[in-house]
């Protein structure tokens, strides 16, 4: 069973930096790329960045284009997403999420490419 792993998350001031990390683990684990989406209270679930495994090709939400940094590594078969420049409008639950679709690195966006799912890191920006 594969098993994907959230973790960094936390309480920042507006201005502020966070790592979040991603660890896949189980048995076997394969995917083409992996996203990472966010969800704040009382609205969807929403894109936030994505990163395929080989090559390294990355997409942004325009929100978070210039802030954030998604990368990875293979060896550990794990993900991060730096957040720089913390907004209060930054603040959700945060997923990784694993894909097995062979894509446009632009279709990453969508959630329905995704199989797997973490429970969630919570981000808190104060203003």
């Known amino acids: 069973q594969v098993q994907l792993v959230e973790s960094g998350g936390g309480l920042v001031q507006a201005g502020g930096s966070l790592r979040l990390s991603c660890a896949a683990s189980?048995?076997?684990?394969?995917?083409?790329?992996m996203g990472w989406f966010r969800q704040a209270p009382g609205k969807e679930r929403e894109f936030v960045a994505a990163?395929?495994?080989?090559?390294?090709?990355?997409y942004y939400a325009d929100s978070v284009k210039g802030r954030f940094i998604i990368s990875r590594d293979n060896a550990k078969n794990t993900v991060y997403l730096q957040m720089n420049s913390l907004k209060p409008e930054d603040t959700a639950v945060y997923y990784c999420?694993?894909?097995?679709?062979?894509?446009?690195?632009?279709?990453?966006?969508?959630?329905?490419?995704?199989?797997?799912w973490g429970q969630g890191t919570q981000v808190t920006v104060s203003s």
């Open positions: 189980g048995r076997t684990f394969s995917s083409s790329a």
């Open positions: 990163i395929r495994w080989s090559g390294g090709s990355t």
């Open positions: 999420a694993a894909s097995p679709i062979m894509s446009s690195i632009y279709t990453y966006s969508s959630s329905r490419l995704y199989d797997r």
